[in-house]
Nanobody
Framework: QVQLVESGGGFVQAGGSLRLSCAAAGNNLSNYIMGWFRQAPGKEREFVAG????????FYADSVKGRFTISRDNAKNTVYLQMNSLKPEDTAVYYC?????????????????????WGQGTQVTVSS
């Protein structure tokens, strides 16, 4: 079992920055890949960024590459999503999720199907 709690959402103007946090609790977190997803009104939930607890390798959706950075603090069991140069189209509820590592290829972990645990979500609103 893994429990996830997101924080750090809010309201920001276009071009601004926010940092989201995801506090994780559970056993053997090193055996998980952590991901951030988002869901805008009327749209399906989509992958944003992912990171392996062990090794720290990262992967991103094309829409956020160069603007968002995912990182983790092993000592605090916390994953972060630093969001810069925010755009109105980044407005969404952002979710943290954990996927047991079963495959070496990161390509699987762009899909929410492989994530077993989810946080409650945090709202990010970007005004134009």
């Amino acid at each position: 079992q893994v429990q996830l709690v997101e924080s750090g959402g809010g309201f920001v103007q276009a071009g601004g920055s926010l940092r989201l946090s995801c506090a994780a609790a559970g056993n053997n977190l090193s055996n998980y890949i952590m991901g951030w997803f988002r869901q805008a009104p009327g749209k399906e939930r989509e992958f944003v960024a992912g990171i392996r607890w062990t090794g720290g390798s990262t992967f991103y959706a094309d829409s956020v590459k160069g603007r968002f950075t995912i990182s983790r603090d092993n000592a605090k069991n916390t994953v972060y999503l630093q969001m810069n140069s925010l755009k109105p189209e980044d407005t969404a509820v952002y979710y943290c999720a954990a996927a047991p590592v079963r495959y070496s290829s990161a390509s699987y972990y762009y899909r929410e199907y492989f994530y077993s645990y989810w946080g409650q979500g945090t709202q990010v609103t970007v005004s134009s």
